[in-house]
């Protein structure tokens, strides 16, 4: 299979995959009562960044592991121990944070599939390596089918989000079988001497990725955790519903950023930078696109949209609609320079970077989530992709400066 063919599959499953999520949200929207939709909704908030933290996109250094520098089983170890590591944080968290019975069944089984998702996603990983990239794909089609088949059932004959978790756990877990199985017949996982061991040396390796990954899920996630705290009698369903419609966009501005990441490491690599500033100025048109076409629809399509993907009471929030679309075209042109940046292997720089993005975050919020509610979480949001899109285009200019000027 071709590179084209291996992202194009890649990027069909990815795109289910997250239509998927979007249909959990709008059945939430629309079968379940805003207190269900509220809780779900801050159970992805939560697990999010610690999951993000405990993955460490380990999967990213297994794909990449062409000299076989660590032993599968060390992978596979590894990121099931981390990952209940995170199951059991999260656990102590949302029982001290949730005073809800409801919500906290909601957030353990949210955690619980979550867990479980991680587990398939380092086996995605070592399909990934083994060119076996429909099973990449597939994996991520009946994960997503299960979970709105599960979710949609459950609502319309029992109106129960508890049963819908509680089978799409059962579900993935099935999957997740499946892989390990398929795994065990057909690809290499080293000597049958060899045992399953966490290898701190491979986490030593992967942390400061998994902090960078940890701080990108934190700037969405942030503003959730304060409409919670700080403004009570607004939805954070409701936010945080309106604000998936950005990540729906970013799949999609992930796919060509992403597709042109060997041609900026090529570039890079081979100090071509007339190429490699061509390359941005592409890239970043098709951002800039992408996020106008995004604000326009919002500004001209936004109630409507609104009314019937979620239902006739979201169409009130449609000002939170427009200002995280205007987050959204911040967004996709910060992924621009930041996948630049991650090509030229500056990790340490995007941490520092996606920090001033948290904290500046923090800071719009406190300032305006208590006064304007959603609408200033929405605005909080605007503030941190802004300030991450703008450190990171400062960033590539003096790196490319830097780097011109020494190939002189």
Known sequence: MSIRKKAGTLFVGRVIYSLSQWFLVIFLANMADVESLDFYMLAVAITGPVIMLSQMNMRIYLVTDYDREYPVKDYLASRFVLSWLAFFFILVFGFFYIDSISGFQIILLVTVFKVVESLMDIYCGLFQRDSTIKLVALSNIYRGATAVLSMFLMLYFFESVFLA???????????????????????????????????????????????????????????????????????????????????????????????????????????????????????????????????????????????????????????????????????????????????????????????FQVVSVILVGIMTIPEMGITGAAWSLVSGFFVTMILNFLLFKFKLKKAMSANI
């Open 165 to 355: 978790l509680i089978f799409t756990c059962i579900a993935w877990f099935i999957i997740f079988i499946g892989h390990k199985i398929y795994a065990d017949r057909n690809i290499d996982l080293g000597n049958d001497t060899d045992k399953y061991k966490i290898n701190f040396k491979l986490i030593k390796k992967c942390i400061p990725l998994g902090f960078v990954m940890m701080l990108v899920s934190l700037n969405f996630n942030i503003p959730v955790y304060m409409v919670s705290y700080l403004n009570e009698n607004e939805s954070v369903g409701i936010y945080s519903s309106i604000a998936y419609l950005l990540l729906i966009g970013k799949v999609i501005s992930e796919s060509f950023v992403q597709a042109s990441a060997p041609k900026l490491s090529e570039y890079i690599s081979d100090n071509n930078y007339q190429m490699l500033i061509q390359i941005s100025y592409k890239l970043f048109g098709l951002a800039l696109l992408l996020g106008v076409c995004g604000l326009v629809f919002s500004l001209v399509f936004g109630e409507l949209f609104l009314s019937i993907v979620y239902g006739e009471k979201f169409k009130l929030y449609n000002d939170v609609f427009i200002v995280i679309m205007l987050a959204a075209l911040f967004s996709y042109v910060s992924q621009v320079y930041g996948m630049i940046l991650t090509a030229w292997r500056n990790i340490k720089d995007l941490f520092f970077i996606h920090t």
